[in-house]
């Protein structure tokens, strides 16, 4: 794609200086390129990532256990927000003013191991819940706000790959939902998660008033287990 060579986060910027393009000029390419993008992402059977998909797909743990968040001060919010006010999409994802996703294709993924730790974690929750249930101290936090599922959200830990196919799904095996004890805490399991076959991601960091950042990042991701989707978006 000779377009992306002139927003290649390695290369672009002197490719662009070589140009001496007006900023109007380059915002101009920075929408073709854009434009081609999603166009070859349709053809590719590529769909956006929608909010209802990210928010099940977040709903649990698989085996990424560590703390992750998306430092969002050093992404860019300004190619994305001008590039879909000029060229409007049904049902954008709330982050689509930094990053956006495709996926295609929904596989499996299954593992097979003791989680002696994971199972004692499991475990120390459970009791801790129960713990508050019977103290009543769970009362003191039910008066926080809880953000209200959206309409037509699916609570489910059966993942459809196409809602015109009911039957095509993938169940969700995971340690919180089995019956845990001191028998099966020294056995092996088998865990499952269903996972996006090709996953891309789009997002641009944030540069200064000085120096704006013209490199636009498309990272390819294969076989991404749902519940730690989060790992793409670690740059």
């Given at each position: 794609m000779q377009l992306y060579s002139l927003f290649d986060p390695v290369s672009g910027k002197e490719r662009l200086?070589?140009?001496n393009l007006t900023p109007e000029e380059i915002e101009t390419l920075e929408f073709n390129f854009m434009t081609y993008l999603f166009q070859v992402m349709e053809k590719s059977n590529f769909?956006?990532?929608s909010d209802e998909e990210f928010d099940i797909a977040q709903s649990g743990k698989y085996l990424l256990n560590l703390p992750i968040k998306v430092d969002e001060s050093?992404?860019?919010?300004?190619?994305?927000?001008?590039?879909?006010?000029?060229?409007?999409?049904?049902?954008?994802?709330?982050?689509?003013?930094?990053?956006?996703?495709?996926?295609?294709?929904?596989?499996?993924?299954?593992?097979?191991?003791?989680?002696?730790?994971?199972?004692v974690d499991v475990m120390i929750s459970r009791a801790w819940r129960s713990l508050l249930r019977v103290t009543r101290i769970d009362r003191l936090f039910s008066k926080k706000q809880?953000?209200?599922?959206?309409?037509?959200?699916?609570?489910?830990?059966?993942?459809?790959?196409?809602?015109?196919?009911?039957?095509?799904?993938?169940?969700?095996?995971?340690?919180?939902?089995?019956?845990l004890s001191l028998k099966n805490l020294m056995s092996?399991?088998?865990?499952?998660?269903?996972?996006?076959?090709?996953m891309i991601v789009v997002y641009r960091r944030a540069g200064t008033k000085t120096e704006p950042d013209r490199g636009i990042f498309v990272k390819h991701f294969k076989n991404i287990p749902m519940a730690d989707m989060e790992i793409v978006l670690v740059s």
């Open positions: 200086q070589q140009q769909k956006l990532l050093k992404l860019d919010k300004k190619l994305l927000t001008k590039y879909f006010k000029e060229h409007p999409h049904d049902n954008l994802p709330e982050f689509s003013n930094k990053y956006i996703i495709f996926r295609r294709g929904i596989g499996i993924d299954r593992t097979t191991d003791y989680f002696f730790i994971e199972k809880h953000l209200k599922p959206k309409n037509g959200t699916k609570k489910t830990d059966e993942i459809n790959e196409d809602e015109e196919d009911p039957e095509l799904f993938v169940e969700r095996i995971r340690l919180e939902k089995i019956e092996k399991m088998t865990i499952q998660e269903p996972t996006f076959d090709r």
